[in-house]
């Protein structure tokens, strides 16, 4: 807000321009008139040094003089001396108290950026006790004393809060920020700033990347197939560490550079991991880029969803910062960006936005909701239904008087990250730690990682995944396996069961079922999953659908895997199976036998209504012959109690 006060000032100059050009002053000192004037016109030619010992030397030949304290505050706030404004802001109103109304709003103004929230909260209602309506002031005093009111609140409930510093791997005298976690923790993507006297700015934002050995982060080394002679910055980074999508910005002298083409100030471009390289950046392109401002991505899990920043570029600079969402079609193609609501989004600046894992929840920086001063950082979840909720601000002292962002929050939920120029780092902006307070964690994120292959050859496979919400049938997460190492990594929202489906051309599909459903500890699971071609004799179980027990009707959420089944048949016409179920021991054989008989033809008749030709189907009831797993336990007999499909035909 700072910043916006500076502005403003120049406004509110010329409202005092006609007055002081008729040279009616509140004194008679001609030395001092004299001074005050000369200083004054150092002001207007924005020469502070002069004109600051200038209107010194008028205040000194007539100490009472407001007109020269006024001006001499307004030199202050320019050259950044917020502490000195405030004095002579303060000396202007107790020389004159109604005579300079602004005088009491950008007094307030400057003292709540500061933090001095109860001395804000006087000389801002002083400002609209004395009639302080001037158009361009008055709603940022209004907004400031909310404010002060929550930061006062704030202040006597503080959050806990004890920043740890990631340690000399990662953070060096040179400013770190923008940090990207892979969902594993295992890898640490940021942004780190280098001197460049060759560039127009005197620096460039490189992407560094550390890898966690279990105790310490590795000294980080450049993303050199990244980084270029211009600035990248603002990175997100997929969970499973392969999909990167960040900022570049253009050179005003020399464009993008590096072969890179922009369409705006600030693009956003992607690249691939594959192996342990990464591929040419690629701009992401309309309608996700414009001829504006695209900055600060954040990558949902889902492998589909983007946030970010778009600010509208004009004369006066980058204005209307919103957060703004777009999604990924299977033809690869984004969606046009759509804004978030005014729940979310204010008139005021939005930066720094961060999806968690979970999907649902969703941090970031503003100054126009109630805060502490300057940027806040803010916490909103989604609902079923697609609602964002009213943003809750993290808190004192996550949340100061200072811009607070880069916030990012692990896949567990429990450690935020973030970037901080407190003392006893290592110099400037340092990248820390610190363990998220209960009411403002996500939902908890497990995850599935592992490798797949061929099961014949164990040749490594660029499979795809999904996972689906068995309650909704919403896909979660999509995304690939490395084409070169075979490996994958899902992330797995807590509360919720999901159908877990691999899938390559020329392979049967591979199904998982997880139940995280009031977990008290989400561990990571590791699996291996090999594929098998498809030939006779291989066979599928079809681990996603269900049935109550000792009845043979299909359960609602059983049909999202059967239209996996019916898709994998439509795909490979030449295919025919036989349906088979099977149940566990228990109860009479007999019966066991006519339930798994009606288990299976329930499946063939609902894949037969789905439009697959009944000559390519059979079905057939196994009872308890053909057991899986041991019946001695109450896991062996769930897993044979299972309806499965196997290839009569090719």
Known sequence: MIKSIVILLVGILMHFQYAFSQQTYTVTNKKAIKLFEEGKGYFDER?????????????????????????????????????????????????????????????????????????????????????????????????????????EIALKNPVSFQPINLGEGV???????????????????????????STYTGFNEDFFISQFDGNNWKKAIPLREINSPNNEGAPTISPNGQFLIFTSCEDPFEGYGHGRKGIGSCDLFYAYKVGDKWTSPKNLNTPVNTQHWETQPTFSSDGKTLYFIRGLKTRDGIKNQDIYVTELSEQGTWSNPIKLSDVVNTPGREESVFIHPDGKTLYFSSDGHPGMGGLDIYMTQKDSMGIWSKPLNLGYPINTFNDENSL?????????????????????????????????????????AGKVFDSETRQVLPARFELIDLKTGNIVVQSYADEITGAYLVCLPENNEYALNVSHDGYLFHSENFMLINESDTKPFEKNVGLNKIKVGESVVLKNVFFETAKFDLKEKSKIELNKLVLF??????????????????????????????????????????????????????????????NETEEGRAENRRTAFKVTAN
């Open 569 to 630: 048949l439509t795909k490979n016409p030449s295919v025919k199976i036989e349906i088979g179920g099977h149940t566990d021991n228990v109860g009479e054989k007999k019966m066991n036998m006519t339930l798994s008989v009606n288990r299976a033809n329930a499946v063939f008749n609902y894949i037969l209504q789905k439009g697959i030709a009944k000559e390519r189907l059979t079905s057939k009831g196994f009872g308890d012959t053909q057991p899986i797993s041991t």
């Open 171 to 197: 953070n060096t005298a040179l400013p770190e920020y923008f940090p990207s976690i892979s969902a594993d923790n295992k890898y640490l993507l940021f942004t780190r700033r280098l001197d460049d006297k």
């Open 47 to 151: 020469k502070s040094e002069l004109a600051e010992l200038t209107l010194q030397q008028a205040l000194r030949a007539e100490p009472n003089f407001a007109e020269a304290a006024l001006i001499l505050a307004y030199v202050y706030v320019e050259k950044g001396d917020y502490e000195n404004a405030i004095i002579y802001y303060q000396k202007t109103i107790s020389l004159h108290p109604t005579m300079f109304p602004e005088a009491h709003a950008t007094l307030g103004l400057l003292q709540f950026e500061m933090g001095k929230y109860s001395d804000a909260k006087l000389n801002l209602s002083n400002y609209l006790k004395i009639g302080g309506i001037k158009s361009t002031l008055k709603p940022l005093v209004e907004k400031a004393l909310i404010d002060c009111d929550f930061a």
């Open 408 to 448: 990012l929050v692990d896949a567990s939920g429990k450690f935020g990250y973030f970037a901080s120029d407190r003392e006893g780092g290592y110099g400037n902006l340092d990248l820390y730690k610190f363990e998220i307070p209960e009411k403002l964690r996500p939902n908890r994120v497990t995850y599935l």
